[in-house]
């Protein structure tokens, strides 16, 4: 049986994206359009990855009463469902998407309460998955979760044998950071702001993310992804620091574009792809993901022609 992947969201969101021509703070706003997604990082990554032509597995925490929209997605793309239901609903956030300056305004809001309770019969549902599988561990904490929980499932998932992929942030970020070497994360996915921020110090300039993404590197994740905005992404491993990037785009709407860069790395890894090759699928997926409203990629062919116009660069070693 080959490999399979895996996605964990323990904050799903129903993401609710208004677009507006421009957005007036402190003035009344006409809508052009809204749309409701089922969305949270790991969900966003089993939909693109579905896009791909990857199947994938859901697991997490999901609210039951408003559930409808998940399982309609798991449902149209064929995403296996093994996501635990609580009593409740799921968070909704709230996204204005600003067409004149291509930027979107973010409104989480707090997420279904867990319990201890909730995370262990969690982390027993996980058991389920074998060495050599994927797994990403992705988004925030709901309200109820110790600052450690997405340390505590990478350290069980490490014992069986699993490629961890972690994309967090703040005190979720740093207690899976201070794993011991044997049970930290495979690969890490923060963007500039949210490695600056576990660092404790600003990274301006490139070389200063390219230092720290190689500290941690040393330390023992193999993989180290920053994505940069229009930038593009740096990734740190083994062999040396790159740099990737396309030509700047104006986007549709930002949302879900480290979703989809996050699914491009998986794809990478389930395709056989590594080093300089894996980071142009990934930086392809989430170019082609700014494009769309929603947690969906275009064609397989449009992405490719993405990746292979993706300029690599080699950056200078620390």
Do not use: Y
């Not at 449902?75 to 291509?102: E, T």
């Amino acid at each position: 049986m080959s490999p399979a992947l895996h996605t964990i969201t323990l904050n799903p969101a129903l993401d609710q994206t208004v677009t507006l021509d421009e957005l007036l703070p402190g003035g009344v706003n006409l809508a052009r359009a809204a749309q409701l997604n089922a969305g949270g990082k790991g969900i966003n990554v089993a939909s693109c990855l579905a896009d791909w032509g990857l199947p994938a597995t859901v697991h997490g925490l999901l609210g039951r009463d408003n559930s409808g929209a998940f399982e309609q997605l798991f449902a149209a793309k064929r995403i296996h469902d093994r996501m635990l239901r609580l009593p409740g609903d799921s968070r909704v956030n709230i996204k204005l998407a600003d067409l004149q300056s291509g930027r979107t305004t973010d409104i989480n809001l707090p997420g279904l309460a867990a319990a201890e309770a909730d995370l262990q019969a969690l982390a027993a549902r996980l058991a389920e998955l074998r060495a050599g599988d994927s797994a990403a561990l992705a988004g925030s904490l709901p309200p109820g979760l110790p600052s450690d929980a997405l340390a505590r499932l990478c350290r069980q998932l490490k014992r069986q044998g699993v490629w961890v992929l972690l994309d967090s942030s703040g005190p979720a970020l740093a207690a899976a950071l201070a794993n011991p070497p044997e049970a930290l994360p495979d690969c890490i996915k923060p963007n500039r702001e949210e490695l600056a921020q576990w660092a404790g110090r600003e990274l301006a300039a490139l070389p200063d993310v390219a230092r720290c993404a190689q500290g941690l590197q040393r330390r023992g994740i193999a993989q180290v992804v920053v994505s940069l905005g229009e930038q593009g992404a740096m990734l740190v491993d083994a062999d040396c620091a790159r740099l990737a990037s396309l030509p700047p785009q104006r986007p549709l709407s930002t949302v879900g574009a480290g979703d989809a860069l996050v699914a491009g790395l998986m794809a990478a890894r389930q395709q056989g792809l590594a080093g300089g090759d894996a980071l142009r699928l990934a930086v392809a997926f989430a170019a082609a993901k700014l494009q769309s409203v929603g947690p969906h990629l275009p064609a397989a062919e449009q992405i490719r022609q993405l990746a292979d116009a993706v300029r690599l660069q080699d950056l200078a070693a620390a």
